[in-house]
């Protein structure tokens, strides 16, 4: 038996360790080359581990939600094919070492058969991050997410898995997924008569979701929030942005309302640097940005996210659009960069349509301030003693009042609404 020891690689700089959010393998499945062992998180980053070459797994190591270092043995590998005969005698044990060659023993050279597989010391050149497939009107997937085991069912059932509904994370089908969908005849099962549900589902708070929630309680814990709530007439601005967009060149991107959000928020900030900035309270050192580098908030399938617009400052209202476009397309289709989700200096969160009357939004760690668009709707106001349509929205804004005082708060947000009323001071 020729066996692999594939340990958890390199999976960028400064990171030490990784969550096991989900296995795609267990015991006696055969692997080939790239095919998806697990996911794990670093941060907010969910990363897919490809197999190292083709194989049988032996063992695996860790459970869903248990952390691993850098270095450590994730999957023991029998080796089949090229592989194993690459590998050399048969009682020879190979380990895929993913820290960098200069950081080893040079390995004993052996005879190099053309196309033949990497030795297992240069096992770091394979891809430590395999690309997720885009989802979620990004592109559509070539073929359904499923693990090797699911997908061999399916082959031998003559099933395109496409026409799997599938309930995992991604829309990923299961073994579960697959064995209704036969019970059904091929087909999603129909309605069925109403009756009494005592089930439960525990549900592990693993990967993502815990960073959220570790986020969240350490902002709640160790942050006094207050939230400011204003009124705005967005009637001419919705109008602009309608111009702008019927108006606009092929190349530019359709504008929404964030990138005015935005460019205002630019200029509010050089006038009320308390709210672009972050807040060390162990240090105890308040730290301001004279760049605005915005995060944005963006629900995703596996949660909350906040991409960052860098230096939104030299940024025009059709740049904006695009870095919002990119970055948040790179959040939901987990191919956002570590330096793409970390660095805001203050976030903006929007629901939209679903935004509600007023919000109470939660200021995300270690920043000071957060700005929460609630949605558009149409409102009679009086104008000069007559009584006329409007279309307004509330801007709700929590601020951490050991940094920004109510005032300073009331006076930079009645000056965001100056802004947003009269759109044309925007770009003044």
């Given at each position: 038996?020729?066996?692999?020891?594939?340990?958890?690689?390199?999976?960028?700089?400064?990171?030490?360790?990784?969550?096991?959010?989900?296995?795609?393998?267990k015991?006696?499945?055969?692997?080939?080359e790239?095919?998806?062992?697990?996911?794990?998180?670093?941060?907010?980053?969910?990363?897919?581990?490809?197999?190292?070459?083709?194989?049988?797994?032996?063992?695996?190591?860790?459970?869903?939600?248990?952390?691993?270092?850098?270095?450590?043995?994730?999957?023991?590998?029998?080796?089949?094919?090229?592989?194993?005969?690459?590998?050399?005698?048969e009682?020879?044990?190979?380990?895929?070492?993913?820290?960098?060659?200069?950081?080893?023993?040079a390995?004993?050279?052996?005879?190099?058969?053309?196309?033949?597989?990497?030795?297992?010391?240069?096992?770091?050149?394979?891809?430590?991050?395999?690309p997720?497939?885009?989802?979620?009107?990004?592109?559509?997937?070539?073929?359904?997410?499923?693990s090797?085991a699911?997908?061999?069912?399916?082959a031998?059932?003559?099933?395109?898995?496409?026409?799997?509904?599938?309930?995992g994370?991604?829309?990923?089908?299961t073994?579960?997924?697959?064995?209704?969908?036969?019970?059904?005849?091929?087909?999603?099962?129909?309605?069925?008569?109403?009756?009494?549900?005592?089930?439960?589902?525990?549900?592990?708070?693993?990967?993502?979701?815990?960073?959220?929630?570790?986020?969240?309680q350490?902002a709640?814990?160790?942050?006094?929030?207050?939230?400011?709530?204003?009124?705005?007439d967005?009637?001419?601005?919705?109008?602009?942005?309608?111009?702008?967009?019927?108006?606009?060149?092929?190349n530019?991107?359709?504008?929404?309302l964030l990138?005015?959000?935005?460019?205002a928020?630019?200029?509010?900030?050089?006038?009320?640097?308390?709210?672009?900035?972050t807040y060390d309270d162990?240090?105890?050192?308040?730290?301001?940005?004279?760049?605005?580098?915005?995060?944005?908030a963006?629900?995703?399938?596996?949660?909350?996210?906040?991409?960052?617009?860098?230096?939104?400052?030299?940024?025009?209202?059709?740049?904006?659009a695009?870095?919002?476009?990119?970055?948040?397309?790179?959040?939901?289709?987990?191919?956002?960069?570590?330096?793409?989700?970390?660095g805001s200096?203050?976030?903006?969160?929007?629901?939209?349509?679903?935004?509600?009357i007023?919000?109470?939004?939660?200021?995300?760690?270690?920043?000071?301030?957060?700005?929460?668009?609630?949605?558009m709707?149409?409102?009679?106001?009086?104008?000069?003693?007559?009584v006329?349509?409007?279309?307004?929205m509330?801007?709700?804004?929590?601020?951490?009042?050991r940094?920004?005082d109510?005032?300073?708060?009331?006076?930079?947000?009645?000056?965001?609404?100056?802004?947003?009323?009269?759109?044309?001071?925007?770009?003044?």
């Amino acid at each position: 038996m020729t066996k692999l020891v594939f340990k958890l690689p390199d999976l960028g700089e400064g990171i030490v360790e990784a969550e096991i959010v989900e296995w795609h393998v267990k015991v006696g499945d055969i692997v080939k080359e790239d095919d998806n062992l697990c996911d794990v998180m670093t941060d907010k980053a969910t990363v897919e581990i490809p197999a190292p070459q083709d194989g049988t797994v032996l063992s695996i190591t860790g459970e869903p939600g248990d952390i691993i270092s850098v270095g450590a043995e994730l999957v023991t590998l029998e080796l089949t094919g090229a592989a194993a005969e690459l590998a050399g005698k048969e009682t020879e044990e190979t380990k895929a070492d993913p820290l960098p060659a200069e950081e080893k023993p040079a390995p004993a050279p052996i005879p190099e058969p053309a196309a033949a597989a990497p030795e297992p010391s240069a096992a770091p050149a394979a891809p430590a991050v395999a690309p997720a497939p885009k989802r979620d009107g990004v592109v559509a997937p070539v073929r359904a997410l499923a693990s090797p085991a699911v997908r061999r069912r399916a082959a031998e059932a003559g099933v395109d898995l496409i026409q799997v509904p599938g309930t995992g994370p991604h829309g990923r089908v299961t073994r579960d997924d697959f064995e209704d969908f036969l019970a059904g005849g091929g087909r999603v099962s129909g309605g069925r008569a109403k009756t009494k549900l005592t089930g439960t589902n525990e549900i592990k708070v693993i990967g993502l979701r815990r960073k959220i929630a570790e986020k969240m309680q350490t902002a709640k814990r160790h942050i006094p929030h207050f939230t400011y709530v204003e009124e705005v007439d967005v009637t001419e601005l919705e109008a602009l942005r309608q111009y702008l967009n019927e108006n606009r060149l092929p190349n530019q991107p359709k504008l929404t309302l964030l990138p005015f959000l935005m460019q205002a928020l630019v200029k509010v900030l050089r006038d009320f640097p308390e709210l672009n900035a972050t807040y060390d309270d162990e240090a105890g050192v308040i730290t301001r940005y004279e760049g605005a580098h915005m995060g944005i908030a963006t629900q995703t399938d596996n949660g909350l996210m906040v991409p960052v617009v860098w230096h939104t400052e030299v940024l025009d209202i059709w740049e904006s659009a695009g870095e919002v476009a990119r970055v948040s397309q790179a959040a939901r289709g987990n191919t956002a960069k570590m330096d793409e989700l970390t660095g805001s200096s203050i976030t903006i969160t929007s629901l939209g349509a679903l935004g509600g009357i007023v919000s109470t939004p939660v200021i995300n760690h270690p920043e000071v301030a957060i700005i929460g668009i609630n949605k558009m709707q149409e409102k009679l106001v009086m104008e000069g003693g007559a009584v006329v349509q409007r279309l307004v929205m509330n801007i709700s804004t929590s601020c951490d009042h050991r940094v920004v005082d109510g005032f300073v708060a009331a006076q930079a947000i009645q000056s965001y609404k100056a802004l947003l009323e009269h759109p044309a001071t925007i770009f003044m």
